[in-house]
């Protein structure tokens, strides 16, 4: 074939149809694992059906699937695509005059869309009463989806009490697992490559009745097995690093929604813990004098 696999795919990003894209996308982002997919295991996990992912190998120039498999060593070589491959091709992208910018902002605009259209559904719904009303939240994240986490777990403290991000400094995640209060609620962020403890997390927590919710990216395929409500977040924007920028949108709409479930009353923690924070640690602006001072 005359193309690299790689550039037939980013070709079938730009111009194919959404189901096509979909596969596209998966296909590129997960170049390394396609030697072990079958095509119902691939249809699977990007939510389609196996026929339209032989067809998609035919628009691509293949004979299907498993000629697909059988060509893929000699397109991409023996070693997974590296990430200097990676930046080279975007490189060779723009110098060509293709404006990634401006795709990666359409890819942007088109996953807020999606974040906001999340935000009502019955699952949604679900989630912000859970977090409004239950004893104690609970909020993880690992590797870079950590911080994510702690932005989380900080806003929502403003709104109410008992809310904690979740660590392994124990080694045992006892604080979630081994508690005695039932009425828990636990939120996961996670993205490829998911870290282990995330998905062992899930697992526990879910076989031991407490509510999990996963906020991970359009790869994972263990997530609807371990939780209670996954929302899927778009993260490939046509940039060098996939962007989990649009999970922190979401992360921000539930925030929005536990304030509205829990109305007025926040008002006056909200207001305490200002002021708080203001006697400890202060402000831009604020006066330097401290309390009982003279």
Known sequence: MSKPLRERLNEAISSASK??????????????????????SLAA???????????????????????????????????????????SDLQDRTK???????????????????????????????????LASA??????????ERGMAQIFVNQ????????????????????VLASDETDIALVIFEARRYSRNAQKLAFEAKAAGIPVTLITDPYCDWGHEVTDEIFVVPTSFNLFWESTAQM???????????????????????????????????????????EGSS
């Open 96 to 130: 060509a005059g293709e404006d990634q910018l401006t795709r990666g902002l359409e890819l942007e605009m088109a996953a807020l869309i999606a974040v906001y259209e999340a935000a009502h559904t019955p699952e949604w719904d679900a989630v912000v009463k859970r």
């Open 135 to 144: 004893k104690r939240v609970y909020a993880t994240g690992f590797q870079t």
């Open 45 to 87: 996990k990007v939510g389609l059906s196996e026929p339209t992912v032989g067809r998609f190998c035919k628009s691509i120039g293949y004979e299907g699937f498993k000629d697909f498999k059988n060509n893929l060593k000699s397109d991409t070589g023996d070693a997974p695509w590296l990430i200097g491959e990676r930046l």
């Open 248 to 290: 922190a949108s979401l992360a921000n709409l539930l925030v929005n929604g536990v304030f509205m479930e829990l109305g007025p009353q926040v008002e006056h923690r909200m207001n305490k813990i200002a002021k708080l924070y203001g006697g400890f640690t202060g402000h831009v602006g604020d006066s330097n004098r401290t």
């Open 156 to 175: 929502l403290q403003y709104l109410r009490d008992d809310v904690h991000l979740v660590d392994l400094a124990s080694g045992s995640f006892a604080e």
């Open 19 to 40: 189901a096509d894209r979909v596969i596209a996308t998966y296909m590129l982002s997960e170049l390394s694992s396609l030697p072990f997919e079958t095509a119902a």
